[in-house]
């Protein structure tokens, strides 16, 4: 059996060979290109990836592999329609990172409120003036909308309860009752804009989904909330976020994903003083790398012992 790991973002790969099959022939790679990632994998039984581009043209070339193993819990690196055709299952990890991007969501926001980065940049420049910086109000009462509301923002919910905001939440795909039992009003993506002092996106990244959040979602933010993405950037027009920014349509931004990753210093985001960025850190903890490397890996081990109660399937054996 030959398992190749495609690409990883940590540059170690113990973790995965610990997990992985004990007889398996196991290739470490840092593949970003289509034509590598054929030539790698072209003899493969399994591929563990995180970005690697698994479209069509590169799937349609792997006659052995059987499994796609994300780590991750996104799957947009992957062609799903095409693996489904062409019988190979993909597994990830969901919410190996929930707490963690939960409380990254609720920093940005307290940051944001709370002045606290302004404040900081402005001591470090020697000004000890608590006026030189936005207005701030009360957080408590103040109207939290959510775009999403899987696990990560229910988790959010949690959390923004704790410190007396309202929360309402945008899901299409889930029941109201779920919802209910977190004290969450599920309404329209229409209100949320229409009614939100802070909103919180939690989309996945999907063709429908992609520039979702544009200079028309924007226009209809009437009471100027504050925006935060921990999410993935390219729900975002990030163009069209500027401008909302520039404009005064939205009060500020906090985000943890870009359109462009790794970021590209020369955007004009990072020139706005309404706005906080974090590296796409929201995952990270040595608790959850060290989950969702294991997991990932033992979703291959698991699979070939055809023992499928643990793995979360995208797309399920034939």
Not at 66 to 73: E, G, L, M, R, V
Not at 104 to 114: D, E, I, P, V
Not at 157 to 184: I, Q, T
Request: a negative charge; hydrophobic letters at 45%.
């Amino acid at each position: 059996m030959k398992v190749v790991i495609a690409d990883c973002s940590w540059n170690s790969y113990d973790e995965e060979v610990r997990n992985l099959p004990k007889d398996a022939e196991i290739v470490c790679a840092q593949i970003s290109q289509e034509d590598e990632l054929i030539e790698a994998c072209k003899d493969a039984d399994a591929i563990l990836s995180e970005y690697a581009p698994l479209t069509r043209r590169v799937l349609e070339q792997l006659k052995k592999v059987k499994i796609i193993s994300n780590t991750a819990i996104g799957v947009d690196n992957i062609d799903i329609a095409a693996a489904k055709e062409l019988g190979i299952a993909v597994a990830n990890v969901p919410n190996y990172c929930a707490y963690e991007v939960a409380d990254h969501a609720m920093a940005l926001m307290l940051a944001s409120m709370r002045n606290i980065v302004a404040y900081e940049r402005k001591v470090r420049q020697g000004i000890w003036d608590i006026n030189d910086a936005p207005a701030m109000q009360r957080i408590a009462g103040q109207k939290l909308g959510l775009l999403g509301f899987g696990r990560i923002p229910q988790m959010v919910s949690e959390r923004a309860k704790g410190f007396g905001m309202a929360v309402k939440a945008y899901d299409p795909y889930l029941p109201k009752e779920v919802a209910a039992k977190f004290g969450v009003e599920l309404v329209s993506f229409d209100e949320i804009l229409q009614d939100s002092d802070v909103i919180s996106c939690h989309l996945p990244l999907m063709p429908a989904t992609q520039g979702i959040i544009n200079k028309e979602v924007f226009g209809k933010m009437v009471r100027k909330p504050l925006f935060i993405n921990t999410s993935r950037g390219k729900v975002v027009n990030e163009a069209d976020l500027i401008e909302a920014l520039k404009a005064g349509q939205i009060k500020a931004a906090a985000l943890d994903v870009l359109e462009d990753e790794p970021a590209n210093f020369n955007s004009e985001i990072f020139r706005l003083e309404n706005v906080i960025i974090t590296p796409h850190a929201g995952f990270f903890s040595t608790t959850a790398l060290q989950e969702v490397r294991s997991r990932s890996a033992l979703n291959v081990t698991k699979f070939f012992e055809k023992d499928f109660s643990n793995i979360n399937f995208i797309v399920k054996p034939l």
